[in-house]
Nanobody
Framework: QVQLAESGGGLVQAGGSLRLSCAASGIISSISTMGWYRQAPGKQRELVASISTVERTTYADSVTGRFTISRDNAKNTVFLQMNSLKPEDTAVYYC????????????WGQGTQVTVSP
């Protein structure tokens, strides 16, 4: 199995920045998509950003231009640099890894709280 460990969440004022990190461990496919999802109270979990092994990226419209996703394949780690944070960014952020090659799997971290004060 794959384990994901997130870090970097916290409390920040509007306009500030945070950098989330997620390190994957275990038996990891050579081809995978890693991403960040978030879930606010009363809302569905939504994709924030994702990045493939070859660094193809996808962003939610609400974060485009403010957030940047990156990965270090050698360390099996994905990052989310969050700038110009807004109160509406407040949510629990979850790291995700989807394997596109054996061993196949879909894995989630425990989540890290991001709170943006006005």
């Amino acid at each position: 199995q794959v384990q994901l460990a997130e870090s970097g969440g916290g409390l920040v004022q509007a306009g500030g920045s945070l950098r989330l990190s997620c390190a994957a461990s275990g038996i990891i496919s050579s081809i995978s998509t890693m991403g960040w999802y978030r879930q606010a109270p009363g809302k569905q979990r939504e994709l924030v950003a994702s990045i493939s092994t070859v660094e193809r990226t996808t962003y939610a419209d609400s974060v485009t231009g403010r957030f940047t996703i990156s990965r270090d394949n050698a360390k099996n780690t994905v990052f989310l640099q969050m700038n110009s944070l807004k109160p509406e960014d407040t949510a629990v952020y979850y790291c995700n890894l989807k394997s596109a090659r054996w061993p196949y799997g879909d894995y989630w971290g425990q989540g890290t709280q991001v709170t943006v004060s006005p």
